[in-house]
């Protein structure tokens, strides 16, 4: 059974930086695609990054290209998302997933989630 684990969440000023981290276990990491999303209090869950399992391509949400970077160490089973410049409309729970669809950018292209970490950005 796949298990997805985020780590490095927390609470930063705006202008800031964290590194989320997530780790996978249970089946062969690479074949994964491996995404980040957010949710926000009264919003729904929305795409942030993602990153094939070639690692070949890298997707972006608009509203973080730029500021967040995402990348993976197949040798750890690991899948990053640095963010820097935070804003406090940046707050919310990060989730990682993994997929094995040829899309990236929407939830239905996961099949596995973790349980988030929550990133509060103050201003």
């Known amino acids: 059974q796949v298990q997805l684990v985020e780590s490095g969440g927390g609470l930063v000023q705006a202008g800031g930086s964290l590194r989320l981290a997530c780790s996978l276990s249970?089946?062969?990491?690479?074949?994964?695609?491996m995404g980040w999303f957010r949710q926000a209090p009264g919003k729904e869950r929305g795409f942030v990054a993602a990153i094939k399992s070639s690692g070949a391509s890298t997707y972006y949400g608009d509203s973080v290209k730029g500021r967040f970077t995402i990348a993976r160490d197949d040798a750890k089973n690991m899948v990053y998302l640095q963010m820097n410049s935070l804003k406090p409309e940046d707050t919310a729970v990060y989730y990682c997933?993994?997929?094995?669809?040829?899309?990236?950018?929407?939830?239905?292209?996961?099949?596995?989630w973790g349980q988030g970490t929550q990133v509060t950005v103050s201003s």
């Open positions: 249970g089946r062969t990491f690479s074949n994964f695609n």
């Open positions: 997933a993994a997929g094995l669809g040829v899309t990236v950018r929407n939830l239905d292209d996961y099949g596995y």
